[in-house]
């Protein structure tokens, strides 16, 4: 089945330690993205790649990094500079007419 | 700048009652537009989506939404609502990427 799997869903880390979160999509999709959601806020985008080696900030970036060395993959890396990387974390694939998303995955820093 | 904005963080209906969810967009034409459904913990679902024509758009579940250019709205609507729709939903605009409003959390009383 097509679709996008972002794992693990928990994760838990101690504070100052980076942390990668996985995003696999077979869809064929162009277009990658990473949100965070944290209660009361909505989804605020994070980073945003259109394009396998190329992406973009989104709104909330700082703390955070990415790759795209391959279509299907866009990881995601909270690194210790992010200073509430507590929230949930969902990543989404699309065509210029539809994202689809992941199951998300939520991350405790302790 | 680009922005979605839903009013409403919290509407609680009873079940049979109709239901609107109001959102608004600014941009600069008219961006692709979209209205999802998230369950606790879980991703987004599409509910359905306006490109341009028809500016009333169907959806699964029963959603309905009208786009009116005039008022920058896409408020998403249902007609007699049930308890299975508790739920938060999301409006989203955009070209190249989506940005999300802050959602409005649904509750059904019985």
């Known amino acids: 089945d097509g679709g996008i799997t972002q794992s693990p869903k928990y994760l838990f880390r101690k504070e100052g330690q980076n942390v990668t979160l996985s995003c696999e999509q077979n869809l064929n999709h162009d277009a990658m993205y990473w949100y965070r959601q944290d209660p009361g806020q909505g989804l605020r985008l994070i980073y945003y790649s259109q394009i396998v080696n190329d992406f973009q900030k989104g709104d909330i970036a700082e703390g955070y990094s990415v790759s795209r060395e391959k279509k299907e993959s866009f990881p995601l890396t909270v690194t210790s500079a992010q200073k509430n990387p507590t929230a949930f974390y969902l990543c989404?694939?699309?065509?210029?007419?539809?994202?689809?998303f992941g199951q998300g995955t939520r991350l405790t820093v302790v | 700048a680009q922005s979605v904005t839903q009013p409403d963080i919290h509407i609680t209906v009873s079940e049979g009652a109709s239901l609107e969810l109001r959102c608004n967009y600014s941009y600069g034409a008219t961006p692709y537009l979209f209205w999802y459904v998230q369950s606790p913990g879980q991703g987004l679902q599409l509910l359905l989506k306006y490109f341009s024509g028809d500016t009333l758009v169907q959806g699964i579940k029963g959603f309905e939404a009208e786009f009116k250019r005039s008022q920058s709205s896409f408020n998403l609507r249902k007609p007699s609502v049930h308890w299975s729709d508790a739920a938060e939903y999301f409006c989203?605009?955009?070209?190249?990427?989506?940005?999300f409003g802050a959602g409005t959390r649904l509750a059904v009383h019985p």
């Open positions: 989404a694939s699309s065509t210029p007419r539809e994202a689809f």
């Open positions: 989203a605009g955009g070209y190249n990427k989506l940005i």
